[in-house]
T-cell receptor
Framework: KAGVTQTPRYLIKTRGQQVTLSCSPI?????VSWYQQTPGQGLQFLFE???????NKGNFPGRFSGRQFSNSRSEMNVSTLELGDSALYLC???????????????FGPGTRLTVL | DAKTTQPNSMESNEEEPVHLPCNHS???????IHWYRQLPSQGPEYVIH???SNVNNRMASLAIAEDRKSSTLILHRATLRDAAVYYC????????????FGKGTRLHILP
């Protein structure tokens, strides 16, 4: 079974631009969660989508948004990029989602975003 | 949110067992204990989870204290490939269904 894929793997943008990252979950998984990882803050939860609906959201500004399509693929958008948005963005898919405490998250390799 | 405390880093020799501790003194009775690890340049991967009883799988064992305020991830025979950051996470039953990752323990394996 193919794992979680993320595209692109690397991205360089300048301040003020916007960016869209894509995540394809494991076949059959309906939940996709997004995380930001930086050396200073570690892994931080952004949001979760389940069957095209946002279920949960972390403490990030409104510049960070996402959506999920009917095939469970998800996109994350960051508008008006800031230098501090430079990070590794990870997505994870799962069958039942974060509401189920025994559910396992399967992570993709991440997209490394650099903002200049 | 329920929090976990882990040592920043640990070292172990190759082919020896490794015991990675995690304190979660504010754990509630319905919280599951999960462990994930992140190998260099990869996303995190699931290792194991448990509620009250000790658990074993092909990757590791999870030993949970009787009062559930701490747990230990046991790698029975460490290899160089086990060098990673190990995260101990509580999956709580509450309105905010998030996973909160702490800083984790960076495990160094010495050949």
């Amino acid at each position: 079974k193919a794992g979680v894929t993320q595209t692109p793997r690397y991205l360089i943008k300048t301040r003020g631009q916007q960016v869209t990252l894509s995540c394809s979950p494991i076949s059959g998984h309906r939940s996709v969660s997004w995380y930001q990882q930086t050396p200073g803050q570690g892994l931080q939860f952004l949001f979760e989508y389940f069957s095209e609906t946002q279920r949960n959201k972390g403490n990030f500004p409104g510049r960070f948004s996402g959506r999920q399509f009917s095939n469970s693929r998800s996109e994350m958008n960051v508008s008006t990029l800031e230098l501090g948005d430079s990070a590794l963005y990870l997505c994870a898919s799962s069958l039942a989602g974060l509401a189920v405490r025994t559910d396992t998250q399967y992570f993709g390799p991440g997209t490394r975003l650099t903002v200049l | 949110d329920a929090k976990t405390t882990q040592p920043n880093s640990m070292e172990s020799n190759e082919e020896e067992p490794v015991h990675l501790p995690c304190n979660h003194s504010t754990i509630s009775g319905t919280d599951y204990i999960h462990w994930y690890r992140q190998l260099p340049s990869q996303g995190p991967e699931y290792v194991i989870h448990g509620l009250t009883s000790n658990v074993n799988n092909r990757m590791a064992s999870l030993a949970i204290a009787e009062d559930r305020k701490s747990s230990t991830l046991i790698l029975h025979r460490a290899t160089l490939r086990d060098a990673a950051v190990y995260y101990c996470i509580l999956r709580a039953l509450n309105r905010d269904d998030k996973i909160i990752f702490g800083k984790g323990t960076r495990l160094h394996i010495l050949p």
